[in-house]
């Protein structure tokens, strides 16, 4: 932790707060709590095995030894689908289809059409603790190919809804099983609290 007049800045053990097991895990709230005073913060991660927290106090701040936690909240958790999650998308065409399934037993419906080349599937749940699906793949050939998100920043702190689009490029069947890789749910009563040591 790096305490200075105008910022607080705090590197962690990613396994220790973010990874575990087969999922991984985002917060929406970060916060600060130095004694009786709350700081709002955020975090990013930089691709290795730590996780970056910055805190900006509203006026500048002098540590005078207090208790110092970082408090996560209302976490978003990514998870890999079962093997066996995988949907038929039958007579494609250019007119949008839907089918629903059930991914952990959420409710999703599926609308799948072509245009040109590239296959549209737009997925969405009526269940709000539904993040989304995240990744999607198909394999024609035995060629696996992964959906492009048609939505960048969908699933960042503060992105609303679970509606989202994907496109697989350059398919040119007329049916293909769609396996549902990575999915997200959504838990606002989750928190950690993380006591600090300077």
């Known amino acids: 932790m790096t305490i200075s007049p105008l910022q607080i800045r705090v590197a962690a053990n990613k396994k220790n707060i ?3 097991a087969d999922e991984w895990v985002s917060y929406d709230k970060i916060e600060l709590r130095v004694g009786d005073r709350t700081i709002e913060g955020g975090g990013f991660d930089d691709g290795s095995n730590k996780a970056y ?5 509203k006026e500048s701040f002098i540590w005078d030894g207090e208790p110092v936690t970082m408090v996560l909240r209302e976490a978003r958790i990514e998870k890999k689908a079962a093997a066996s999650d995988i949907v038929s998308l039958p007579n494609l065409s250019e007119r949008p289809q839907t089918v629903t399934t059930e991914l952990a037993g959420y409710p999703v419906r599926l609308t799948y059409s072509k245009s040109g080349n590239d296959l549209i599937v737009e997925s969405e749940s009526p ?13 024609p050939r ?7 998100d048609q939505q960048p920043g969908y699933g ?43």
Do not use: C, W
């Open 142 to 148: 035995g060629k696996r190919i992964y959906s492009k």
């Open 18 to 20: 973010i990874d575990e």
């Open 53 to 57: 927290f910055g805190f900006t106090p």
């Open 127 to 139: 269940n709000p603790e539904f993040g989304g699906i995240v990744q999607m793949f198909i394999e």
């Open 156 to 198: 960042l702190p503060g992105s609303v809804g679970n509606k989202r689009a994907a496109v697989f490029s350059g398919f040119a069947g007329d049916s293909v099983q769609l396996h549902l890789f990575l999915y997200m749910v959504l838990d606002p009563d989750r928190k950690v609290e993380i006591p600090l040591i300077r």
